[in-house]
């Protein structure tokens, strides 16, 4: 039972990170164009990602259920996961790169769960979860976001090209506000629902090892027989706790979105934006847990260069794009070694 306490305290620690940690995916763009000051962007993105995170369930049950054998979980494996996210979540913040959040957990997962297996690779859901909701996502989301933030650009030159600077700074000064909302919104939807995943699942695994069965009358909402769906006290404090942690703001990363890579308008926080919360929203209909940092990176990406291919600073998304790939491998592997520690402890 106090395993399950520090879990669940992890859990939350986690997602607090994830809030900050991923605070620029929603406002980088709207404080770099200067639509919003960073106190009210800040508050703007709390309260929308909120609003997400208390909408649907879909990438809770994948994370929770659809990447590895349920039955082998233990709260060790739940607990040596979140650790292994939380270490990449701060190292990266740390030196500023926008990482995922979302595959730093997954990583991290899957190595917990590889070593509670004693190495058994097929406790990995591969053809029913990593593959088509992890793997394919992680290459083709960022290819989307580029893509549609690049032709979302180029139609707005289209339109907009009569229109004097000041009118289209004005108009889209405007617009932005709204679409930074649907992105902390889409944000929310996506991200504070893989922990809502992670709780749940550890829920599952405590009520299978018989931890809750002796339980005062008070507590016995703890008891989660079956995976159906995630309990609205999981919701709230997932949905508070991202909020919070968004609240917090994340100014080293925010800097690398929003000024190092490319110099934004208003006009391009827009495009970009709107282009990732499409990507993003969709992605959480149907249940994927998508990397909403290499979205919005790669829309960023996209509008740049339809502005000026070479008004993109390269350098900086190679760091970035290293970033990316390190994230699963990286965090699998220290996942896997805290599970083996817990072990044989």
């Given at each position: 039972?106090?395993?399950f306490?520090?879990?669940v305290?992890?859990?939350?620690?986690?997602?607090?990170?994830n809030?900050?940690?991923?605070?620029?995916?929603?406002?980088?763009?709207?404080v770099s164009?200067k639509?919003?000051?960073?106190?009210?962007?800040i508050?703007?993105a709390?309260?929308?990602?909120?609003?997400?995170?208390?909408l649907?369930?879909a990438?809770?049950?994948?994370?929770?259920?659809?990447?590895?054998?349920?039955?082998?979980?233990?709260?060790?494996?739940v607990?040596?996961?979140l650790?292994?996210a939380?270490t990449?979540?701060?190292?990266?913040?740390?030196?500023?790169?926008?990482?995922?959040?979302?595959?730093?957990?997954?990583?991290?997962?899957?190595?917990a769960?590889?070593?509670?297996?004693?190495g058994?690779?097929?406790v990995?859901?591969?053809?029913?979860?990593?593959?088509?909701k992890?793997?394919?996502?992680?290459i083709?989301?960022?290819?989307?976001?580029?893509?549609?933030?690049?032709?979302?650009?180029?139609?707005?030159?289209?339109?907009f090209?009569?229109f004097?600077?000041?009118?289209?700074?004005?108009v889209f000064?405007?617009?932005?506000?709204?679409?930074?909302?649907?992105m902390?919104?889409?944000?929310?939807?996506n991200?504070?629902?893989?922990t809502?995943g992670?709780?749940t699942?550890?829920l599952?695994t405590?009520t299978?090892?018989?931890?809750?069965d002796?339980l005062?009358?008070?507590?016995?909402?703890?008891?989660?027989p079956a995976?159906?769906?995630i309990?609205?006290?999981v919701k709230?404090?997932?949905?508070?706790t991202?909020?919070?942690?968004?609240?917090?703001?994340?100014?080293r990363?925010?800097?690398?979105?929003?000024?190092?890579m490319?110099?934004?308008?208003?006009?391009?926080g827009?495009?970009?934006?709107t282009?990732?919360?499409?990507?993003?929203?969709?992605?959480s209909?149907?249940?994927?847990?998508?990397?909403t940092?290499?979205?919005i990176?790669t829309?960023?990406?996209?509008?740049?260069?339809?502005?000026?291919f070479?008004?993109?600073k390269?350098?900086?998304?190679?760091?970035i794009?290293w970033?990316?790939?390190?994230?699963?491998?990286?965090t699998?592997?220290?996942?896997f070694?805290?599970?083996?520690?817990m072990?044989?402890?």
């Amino acid at each position: 039972m106090i395993t399950f306490f520090v879990v669940v305290f992890a859990a939350i620690v986690f997602e607090y990170s994830n809030g900050f940690h991923d605070a620029a995916n929603a406002i980088a763009t709207v404080v770099s164009t200067k639509v919003l000051t960073p106190r009210q962007a800040i508050v703007m993105a709390a309260i929308f990602n909120l609003t997400g995170a208390l909408l649907g369930g879909a990438v809770a049950s994948t994370i929770g259920k659809g990447l590895v054998d349920t039955n082998v979980v233990t709260m060790a494996t739940v607990l040596s996961a979140l650790i292994a996210a939380f270490t990449w979540n701060i190292t990266t913040w740390w030196v500023g790169l926008p990482s995922s959040s979302s595959h730093a957990l997954i990583g991290g997962l899957c190595g917990a769960a590889l070593a509670t297996a004693h190495g058994n690779w097929s406790v990995l859901k591969w053809n029913t979860g990593l593959w088509p909701k992890v793997v394919v996502p992680m290459i083709t989301s960022p290819l989307a976001g580029f893509f549609l933030g690049a032709l979302v650009m180029f139609a707005l030159f289209l339109i907009f090209h009569r229109f004097t600077p000041a009118t289209v700074h004005s108009v889209f000064g405007k617009l932005q506000v709204f679409s930074a909302a649907w992105m902390a919104h889409s944000h929310g939807s996506n991200d504070a629902q893989k922990t809502m995943g992670i709780i749940t699942l550890a829920l599952f695994t405590g009520t299978k090892a018989g931890s809750f069965d002796h339980l005062p009358g008070w507590l016995t909402f703890l008891q989660t027989p079956a995976f159906d769906a995630i309990p609205a006290w999981v919701k709230i404090l997932c949905a508070i706790t991202m909020a919070a942690g968004t609240a917090a703001g994340g100014w080293r990363i925010i800097r690398t979105l929003g000024h190092k890579m490319v110099k934004l308008q208003p006009v391009h926080g827009f495009a970009a934006e709107t282009s990732a919360a499409l990507i993003i929203q969709t992605a959480s209909v149907y249940g994927i847990p998508l990397s909403t940092t290499h979205v919005i990176s790669t829309s960023i990406m996209g509008v740049g260069a339809a502005k000026r291919f070479s008004g993109v600073k390269w350098t900086v998304v190679e760091r970035i794009i290293w970033a990316w790939i390190l994230t699963l491998p990286a965090t699998g592997v220290l996942g896997f070694i805290l599970a083996r520690a817990m072990a044989g402890l």
